[in-house]
């Protein structure tokens, strides 16, 4: 059975730091691509980071370039995503997702084949 169950949310000021991690399961961690998404209340799911777990290369939206740093731990099978710089508007519920690895990276939800239920970050001003 394939599981990803994120972890790591919560409340936190602006300018403050967070760190969420996406435990996995039930697939073979380094042919897959995982992404981070988010979707505040109201809007739709964005794809923002994606990481190819065999080689650590990774992608970033540039909304979150320079802020985010996402990784993987293959000896754990899971990746994370540490979050520093903190706005407001990076307020909303965050969701990890896999895909089997190809040549490009992927910001579309629909390419994602897995999905974790979601964890609350909510950035106070």
């Known amino acids: 059975e394939v599981q990803l169950v994120e972890s790591g949310g919560g409340l936190v000021q602006a300018g403050g730091s967070l760190r969420l991690a996406c435990a996995t399961s039930?697939?073979?961690?380094?042919?897959?691509?995982v992404g981070w998404f988010r979707q505040a209340p109201g809007q739709e799911r964005v794809g923002f980071v994606c990481?190819?777990?065999?080689?650590?290369?990774?992608h970033y939206a540039d909304s979150v370039k320079d802020r985010f740093t996402i990784s993987s731990d293959n000896d754990k099978n899971t990746v994370y995503l540490q979050m520093n710089s903190l706005k407001p508007e990076d307020t909303a519920v965050y969701y990890c997702?896999?895909?089997?690895?190809?040549?490009?990276?992927?910001?579309?939800?629909?390419?994602?084949?897995?999905w974790g239920q979601g964890t609350q970050v909510t950035v106070s001003s």
């Open positions: 039930g697939f073979r961690f380094d042919d897959y691509q």
């Open positions: 997702a896999a895909r089997p690895r190809t040549y490009y990276y992927s910001f579309f939800a629909y390419e994602y084949e897995y």
């Open positions: 990481i190819n777990n065999d080689d650590g290369s990774a």
